[in-house]
């Protein structure tokens, strides 16, 4: 992967959680001690750690994230729906750090980088997709003995998931400001909504490197969703006419159509597992479920990219 020092965005402001997610103490060892270790041991795993943890405990945090699965429910399934929930979030947050660092790339013209980076985002992407699998499992039946539970809580509060929409480029006010009552949640939102998105990035990349950019593509509001542009299609023909490796802006189209391709798979899944479990009744959240997913389905992350193919 790439040689460069990433960009950690920060998502959950700093001290809301006291001293539980501060990093604890821990030896540094080098490539010497580990040999030096091994030999000790005689190849065995180094047992008999001092103190009341040890270090894969410490590094991982694995008491505090073991900790957090509490079903309030005697519903056999509420288990699994807990741990895919957290594990969602988790390569949600995987994710988007892909693509945070993908977009600062683009922002220095390292496009080569980038497309390493957007290699991993889409397996996270596909991963993400796969966590369907278990999901499905879960039954009507099942469901219904935990979901009164939920009172109104729903997936569609995610504000790491919302986080992954806005830096691609599917802006919306109105479920951003969803998170504005949470102190320690708003001004990371407030931010990925006002700033540009990865896809936005690209195309000042495109106007850079020649292209004909229409000024509205350049600059606009960017908490607004993004809406397909004509020269922004016509600038993708033009790298495509030249579909070759060499011609690192096709691969970069054709990876960000990749990644935009597994997560409509991720939308599809996610309809249909919904329709299965629940049917048509109204979501937890208000939304009406299956027919506001439906909506979500038809979306497109990076619309040009997909329209000139007709064209093509």
């Not at 600062?104 to 992407?125: C, M």
């Not at 009164?148 to 809580?153: E, H, M, P, R, S």
């Not at 809406?227 to 990876?255: I, Q």
Request: aromatic share 12%; charged share 25%.
């Amino acid at each position: 992967m790439p040689h460069y020092q990433p960009h950690t965005p920060t998502i959950v402001a700093p001290g809301r959680f006291g001293n539980a997610t501060l990093l604890r103490e821990m030896p540094m060892t080098t490539p010497q001690t580990r040999e030096q270790t091994a030999a000790r041991t005689s190849g065995e795993p180094l047992l008999g750690h001092p103190g009341e943890s040890n270090p894969y405990i410490d590094y991982q945090f694995v008491d505090l994230l073991l900790s957090l699965q509490c079903p309030r429910s005697s519903g056999y399934d509420e288990m699994c729906f807990i741990i895919m929930g957290q594990v969602k979030e988790l390569l949600f947050k995987g994710l988007h750090f892909e693509l945070y660092n993908a977009r600062e790339q683009i922002r220095n013209d390292s496009v080569h980088e980038a497309l390493e980076i957007l290699s991993r985002a889409r397996e996270y992407a596909r991963y993400i997709t796969e966590s369907w699998d278990l999901l499905s499992t879960i039954s009507t039946d099942g469901f219904n003995q935990f979901r009164d539970f939920l009172g109104t809580a729903s997936g569609q509060f995610s504000f790491m998931y919302r986080h992954v929409e806005f830096i691609l480029g599917n802006k919306n006010v109105r479920l951003a400001r969803a998170h504005s009552n949470v102190p320690h949640v708003w001004p990371a939102m407030e931010q990925a909504l006002t700033s540009r998105s990865l896809y936005d990035e690209v195309i000042a990349l495109l106007s850079r490197r020649g292209f004909d950019i229409a000024p509205r593509a350049l600059d606009r509001d960017w908490s607004e969703e993004y809406r397909h542009d004509d020269s922004v299609e016509k600038a993708w023909l033009e790298v495509y006419a030249d579909p070759v490796p060499a011609n690192e802006l096709y691969r970069l189209g054709e990876a960000l159509c990749a990644l935009a391709d597994q997560l409509s798979q991720y939308r599809w899944r996610h309809f249909l597992s919904v329709e299965k479990i629940i049917g048509f009744k109204p979501g937890t959240g208000g939304s009406a479920g299956v027919q506001w997913l439906r909506n979500v389905v038809d979306h497109r992350f990076f619309p040009e990219l997909w329209t000139m193919r007709t064209k093509m």
